[in-house]
C-alpha cells in the first residue's frame, strides 16, 4: 500500500510556470513506475509523463519540451515541472504509482490546475 498526496497545482497565467509534487507515504525506491495523468472537464483522463525507478522517463507529445518529470527516491516524491503553460493545459493533474509495471495502482486524489488565456 502506499498512499499518495499531490500538491502545487493553482491558477496561472499563459507562459507562465507552476511545480507540482507528488509524496508518497512510504518509499519509492522499488515502485517501478511513477507518473502524472491529467483529465480536464468532458475529457477522458489522458497520462501526462511517467518516470521508471532506473530514471527512464516518456513525456506525453503534448507536453514534450515544456514538462519535465523528476523522481527524488530519498525523498519519496515525483514533480512535474511545468513551463510555458497553455490553457489547454487545464485539467486535474493525478499523481499514480505502478509497483509492477502493470497498471497504475495507486493514485492521489488530484490538484487543479487552471491556466488563463
Known amino acids: 500500500q502506499v498512499q499518495l498526496v499531490e500538491s502545487g497545482g493553482g491558477l496561472v497565467q499563459a507562459g507562465g510556470s507552476l511545480s507540482l509534487s507528488c509524496a508518497a507515504s512510504?518509499?519509492?525506491?522499488?515502485?517501478?513506475?511513477m507518473g502524472w495523468y491529467r483529465q480536464a472537464p468532458g475529457k477522458q483522463r489522458e497520462l501526462v509523463a511517467l518516470?521508471?525507478?532506473?530514471?527512464?522517463?516518456n513525456h506525453a507529445y503534448s507536453v514534450k519540451g515544456r514538462f519535465t518529470i523528476s523522481r527524488a527516491n530519498a525523498k519519496n516524491t515525483v514533480n512535474l515541472q511545468m513551463n510555458n503553460l497553455k490553457p489547454e493545459d487545464t485539467a486535474v493533474y493525478y499523481c499514480?504509482?505502478?509497483?509492477?509495471?502493470?497498471?497504475?495502482?495507486?493514485w492521489g486524489q488530484g490538484t487543479q490546475v487552471t491556466v488563463s488565456s
Open positions: 512510504r518509499s519509492i525506491f522499488s515502485i517501478l513506475a
Open positions: 499514480y504509482a505502478d509497483p509492477t509495471g502493470g497498471n497504475p495502482t495507486y
Open positions: 518516470i521508471f525507478s532506473n530514471g527512464q522517463t
